[in-house]
Every structure is written in structure tokens, then in C-alpha cells.
């Protein structure tokens, strides 16, 4: 059973909405992940957060803005968004934020954008 | 820079057929760790194994089994006996222990396994 948690499962929204997606661990995990997955594609890393600090931005577009309010949760804030930011949202975590620790993904979250 | 090749985009099998999904990666970095994943159409990746470039020791988990060659650069995952609860896509990756790419997995294309009953 997962025990990351990501809300909402799916989500509709207008390019000129402003939303959000929320994840939550509940596994005392210090580090958590954001990616992407497009379509039959692999899964993409856009943010890093390791002890509530950003440690890794993938060059992602600033329509995209995480948050790490504490250790156990995750926030990525959406704004603006184009139709091809229609992904399936998954976040992550692990327990130190070390490279060689399993990631531990949640359900994710089915975007559409139109 | 890293790859990860998994050349197999779909595999079709009949249950209870034993099945063998090929990964095999490049890195330039002597340390690096090795992942097999499941995402079911539901949509979580569900972690399969970890190996770390260390260990080549071939790994049995029920009807899982991974066979890691560095001199070939593979990490292949066979499932014996599948089951249609199987059907899944799988993908392989990889992650450094240093460099530019540090933190940062790398996945295959995913290899899309169906199992007919």
C-alpha cells in the first residue's frame, strides 16, 4: 500500500485558472520529488525539495510553482497553464534525499488542460 | 550522461508464459543504482528492486527474478509463470552517484507487458 497520498486524482482546468496539487507522505521521508508523465512516455523530474529546501529545479516553466510547507508535504501551485501541460502529475519521496534511496511514488494526479 | 534502453516497447504473452523485459544502460560513473518499477493502468509506480553497480548477484523475489550484467550493461527482469494481474508497463532506471545528474533518475521508454488469459 502506498503511503503517498496526492490530491485531486484528476483535475480540469482553464488556462486561466489558478490551482493546485497537493501530496503527502506519511513516511517521515525528509526529501520529495515532482514529475511529469506525458502519455506513453517516462516520467520526467521537474522539482526536488530535500529538508524543505528546493534542491533541484529542472528548468521548469514558472507557470509551474512548488512548495514544501514541511516535511511531509508537497505542494505544486499551477497558473496559467498551456494544453500541453496535460500530464499525469506524480509526486515522490524518500528518506534522506540521498541518490542512492528508493523513490516512492504516489498515484499521481491526471491533469487536462484546455 | 546516462541512458537507459529498454528496446522491447510491447510484449504480448499468454498467462502462466515466463517472460524476460531487457533493459540496458550507459553511465560514465563507476557507482550508480538500478531501479525496475511497475505502473499499473492506474497510474502509481509501484518499486520493484534496487540494485547498486557493486553487487551483480542475481536477485529472486516469488515469480521475479533480475539478472544484472555490467559486462554488458544490463539489468533484465524475467517474470515467471505471469498472470494477468502482470500486465502493467514497466520501466528500468538509473541514477548516479555524482555528477551533473546527481538526484536525478533516469527511466527507460517503459516496456508495456499485456498477458492474455
Redesign the interface.
Known amino acids: 500500500d502506498?503511503e503517498v497520498t496526492q490530491t485531486p486524482k484528476h483535475l480540469v482546468m482553464g488556462m486561466t485558472n489558478k490551482k493546485s496539487l497537493k501530496c503527502e507522505q506519511h513516511m517521515g521521508h525528509r526529501a520529495m520529488y515532482w514529475y511529469k508523465q506525458k502519455a506513453?512516455?517516462?516520467?520526467e523530474?521537474m522539482f526536488?525539495y530535500s529538508y524543505e529546501k528546493l534542491?533541484?529545479n529542472?528548468s521548469v516553466p514558472s507557470r509551474f510553482s512548488p512548495e514544501c510547507p514541511n516535511s511531509s508535504l508537497l505542494n505544486l501551485h499551477l497558473h496559467a497553464l498551456q494544453p500541453e501541460d496535460s500530464a499525469?502529475y506524480?509526486c515522490?519521496s524518500s528518506p534522506w534525499?540521498e541518490?542512492?534511496e528508493?523513490?516512492?511514488?504516489?498515484?499521481?494526479t491526471?491533469l487536462l488542460v484546455l | 550522461a546516462q541512458k537507459v534502453t529498454q528496446a522491447q516497447t510491447e510484449i504480448s504473452v499468454v498467462e502462466k508464459e515466463d517472460v524476460t523485459l531487457d533493459c540496458v544502460y550507459e553511465t560514465r560513473d563507476t557507482t550508480y543504482y538500478l531501479f525496475w518499477y511497475k505502473q499499473p493502468p492506474s497510474g502509481e509506480l509501484v518499486f520493484l528492486i534496487r540494485r547498486n553497480s557493486f553487487d551483480e548477484q542475481n536477485e529472486i523475489s516469488g515469480r521475479y527474478s533480475w539478472n544484472f550484467q555490467k559486462s554488458t550493461s544490463s539489468f533484465n527482469f524475467t517474470i515467471t509463470a505471469s498472470q494477468v494481474v502482470d500486465s502493467a508497463v514497466y520501466f528500468c532506471a538509473l541514477i548516479n552517484a555524482g555528477g551533473t545528474s546527481y538526484g536525478k533518475l533516469t527511466f527507460g521508454q517503459g516496456t508495456i507487458l499485456t498477458v492474455h488469459p
Do not use: H
Open positions: 502506498t506513453k512516455k517516462p516520467p523530474l526536488v534542491s533541484i529542472e499525469l506524480l515522490a534525499g541518490v542512492q528508493t523513490q516512492y511514488f504516489g498515484p499521481g491526471r
